[in-house]
């Protein structure tokens, strides 16, 4: 990916995404991205890519042992929650009447937060 723009892209951390491909996948059910990386083009989905990971005993952590935790996955496979319609929507951009940039949902024509 080139490094001259920095990517944007639809979906913000603390938005609620349906995973629409993939192990996890349920268009039903929305959950929370904790994270996004635009860089790798990828997103830290709750309770989605649960990885288990072998850790090392430290001073946190003196037992060490093997925790599961949520790995991130690609962008492409999550799609914004459009709560009042139900249903996952796209989006488009547009300007309020401050002039400030604000996401619309195709499904319900309302403003995003």
Sequence with gaps: MK????????????????VIAGDDKDRTRPR????VYPDKQRVL???VNIVTKH???SA???RGGIVKMEAPIHIS???LWDSKAGAPTRISRSRDDDGKPVRI???SGEIIK
């Design 45 to 47: 989905v709750e309770g």
């Design 60 to 62: 946190q952590n003196p």
């Design 3 to 18: 490094k001259r723009f920095k990517p944007k892209f639809h979906i913000r951390k603390g938005d609620q995404v349906v």
């Design 105 to 107: 949902s195709k499904k």
């Design 32 to 35: 929370r991205v904790l994270a």
């Design 77 to 79: 496979n999550v799609m």
């Design 55 to 57: 850790t090392k005993p």
